[in-house]
């Protein structure tokens, strides 16, 4: 079992800061995920650094 981290992104409608959980297996995909504040749809596409870190890049989901 992989641990989740727990990052926080800003919702590309709304602009509200929210916290989400993205498991490190993840990386190099992209999913859907309905913002917390406002519902809807935001992009997700999740990448690792060359350090290890997770890289998260959000987007409306028509962009």
């Keep these: 079992m992989h641990q989740l981290e727990e990052k926080s992104v800003s919702?590309?409608?709304?602009?509200?800061?929210?916290?989400?959980?993205?498991?490190?297996?993840?990386?190099?995909?992209?999913?859907?995920?309905?913002?917390?504040?406002c519902c809807r749809p935001i992009s997700f596409n999740i990448s690792m650094q060359g350090n290890g870190e997770l890289e998260i890049y959000v987007r409306a989901e028509n962009e």
């Design 11 to 37: 919702c590309p409608y709304c602009g509200e800061v929210i916290e989400v959980l993205i498991d490190p297996e993840d990386t190099d995909q992209e999913y859907i995920e309905d913002c917390q504040v």
